[in-house]
């Protein structure tokens, strides 16, 4: 029955919720004075929330792990709105020395920071060790995200210092993240045991670890009292690219009849594109979320997360292990 539990009304004091689009809460916003970094961005949820900042005025960045991707995407956008303001620039969340190397570009450019939008992730594929040597969906999702995140955080805190803009990081997880388990999480003999290893479950894990993060990292910009907050989100069940590896998914042709005929019974549970992405630019760009932090979201609400995720013990431990792996993984240089 707890599947159930996924689609029970909740509140939607924002006047939003489960069919509302990235375009309708964003409706009215001008973000022209505004720069984002959109990871994720050259397909489904990613690219539209990169298309709808842009639509805003917002300046968006999309870090690509190949060209020719980004500047598709780029193009597609500009089709539809000329004025759209994006780049793009390589940056390979799997490795620790890509995303390095894509921060050292962006300063170097001397843009301004406003939004982070840590969107991109892998779901559920065979266990792989990334370059740097850790279970790939923990180093796409997790740690990736955290090393980006960490290195763009001066230059978040200095943008809001002068700009008087409050900046906002935002970590798209899931609402999976229930089914993590964060000792396990917080284990790096248990992350990259291949013995232990279940593609679901380390799914879920790392949806946990983008919440850990979030709510840690929130922790830590208010004692610190940075004008940034940090927010997560479950963007909905949405079919796009993400669930290409997944056991059972992976075997079906979304173009086909059985295609279609579970679309017809699962549109009451299942998102657009354009709604998926409507959590994210909420937290993004609407201004009911000024001086927000540390919270969770779903449909445009805030809603309940993992009880021991709102605790600080697993998110110190986490953030004091991911942070020693970015600082020995020996290709992280």
């Known amino acids: ?47 539209e929330t990169a298309r709808v900042l842009a639509l805003r005025g917002v300046k968006v960045v999309i870090p690509v792990r190949k060209i020719d991707s980004g500047s598709t995407v780029k193009k597609s956008i500009l089709e539809q709105n000329p004025d759209a303001k994006i780049d793009v ?8 020395k890509s995303v390095k190397s894509f921060v050292h570009t962006f300063q170097l450019s001397n843009r301004p920071l406003n939004i982070l939008i840590n969107n991109a992730g892998i779901m559920a594929g065979p266990f792989t060790l990334s370059e740097d040597r850790i279970e790939l969906q923990f180093a796409t999702n997790h740690l990736g995200h955290f090393l980006l995140t960490n290195m763009l955080l001066d230059k ?3 943008t809001a210092k002068e700009t008087g803009i409050q900046g906002r990081i935002v970590n798209v997880s899931s609402r999976t993240h229930h089914y993590g388990d964060p000792s396990s999480l917080c284990d790096l ?23 850990l993060h ?10 610190e009292g940075a004008n940034v907050t940090a927010n997560s989100l479950h963007p909905g069940v949405i079919l796009t690219r993400i669930t290409r590896l997944t056991p059972l998914l992976r075997f079906f042709d979304f173009r086909s009849p059985i295609s279609s005929t579970l679309a017809v019974f699962g549109k009451p549970f299942f998102k657009t594109i354009p709604q998926g992405a409507s959590t994210t630019c909420y937290l993004a760009l609407h201004p009911n979320l000024k001086d927000v932090s540390g919270k969770y979201f779903l449909d445009c609400n ?17 953030w004091d292990l991911s942070l020693d792996l970015v600082n020995k993984c020996k290709n992280a240089a």
């Open 156 to 158: 978040m805190k200095n």
């Open 302 to 318: 805030e809603g309940n997360s993992k009880e021991i995720a709102n605790g600080m013990e697993f998110g110190r431990k986490l």
């Open 89 to 96: 620039m390589e940056m390979d969340l799997t490795s620790l």
């Open 1 to 47: 029955m707890a599947i159930f539990k996924w689609f029970r009304k909740h509140s939607t004091s924002s006047g939003f919720g489960f069919r509302s689009t990235a375009e309708q809460v964003t409706e009215g916003v001008d973000g022209s004075s505004l720069t984002a970094v959109v990871t994720g961005a050259t397909s489904g949820i990613g690219k």
């Open 189 to 211: 003999n248990h992350v990259n045991d291949p013995s232990k290893y279940n593609s679901y479950k380390a799914y879920c894990n790392s949806k946990l670890a983008n919440l």
């Open 214 to 223: 979030s709510n840690e990292l929130a922790r830590r910009l208010q004692e």
